[in-house]
């Protein structure tokens, strides 16, 4: 049984940027839409950003549309954080849907997530 991986996370400055990165190693991800996720301390678990198999249909929280951008390559998925506030202060997590480019539900859809990471935390701090 494989497991999502993620990694990039640390302490960063508000206003400054990190790079999240979210793979499998030895697993191509190709054929799986990928999910980020964010939980901070006390609150739910948030949908961060979504990228389908082919990477043409991305969809972003309203909360980070603007400042956050989702990219992939076969083995990789990516979260380029831009701008970055106080409140983006998160363990953030991965995980695979495995219909690629979704179906009945959109990619990404809670039902159909599998394989996910243990998460990166993200302090966005002074």
């Known amino acids: 049984q494989w497991q999502l991986v993620e990694s990039g996370g640390g302490l960063v400055e508000p206003g400054g940027s990190l790079r999240l990165s979210c793979a499998a190693p030895?697993?191509?991800?190709?054929?799986?839409?990928i999910g980020w996720f964010r939980q901070a301390p006390g609150k739910e678990r948030e949908a961060v950003s979504c990228i389908s198999s082919s990477g043409e249909s991305i969809d972003y929280a309203d909360s980070v549309k603007g400042r956050f951008i989702v990219f992939r390559d076969s083995a990789t998925v990516y979260l380029q954080m831009n701008s970055l506030k106080p409140e983006d202060t998160a363990v953030y997590s991965c995980?695979?849907?495995?219909?690629?480019?979704?179906?009945?539900?959109?990619?990404?859809?809670?039902?159909?997530?599998?394989?996910w990471g243990r998460g990166t935390l993200v302090t966005v701090s002074t």
């Open positions: 995980a695979a849907d495995p219909r690629g480019a979704g179906g009945y539900y959109p990619p990404c859809a809670p039902r159909y997530l599998e394989r």
């Open positions: 030895g697993i191509s991800l190709d054929r799986y839409a």
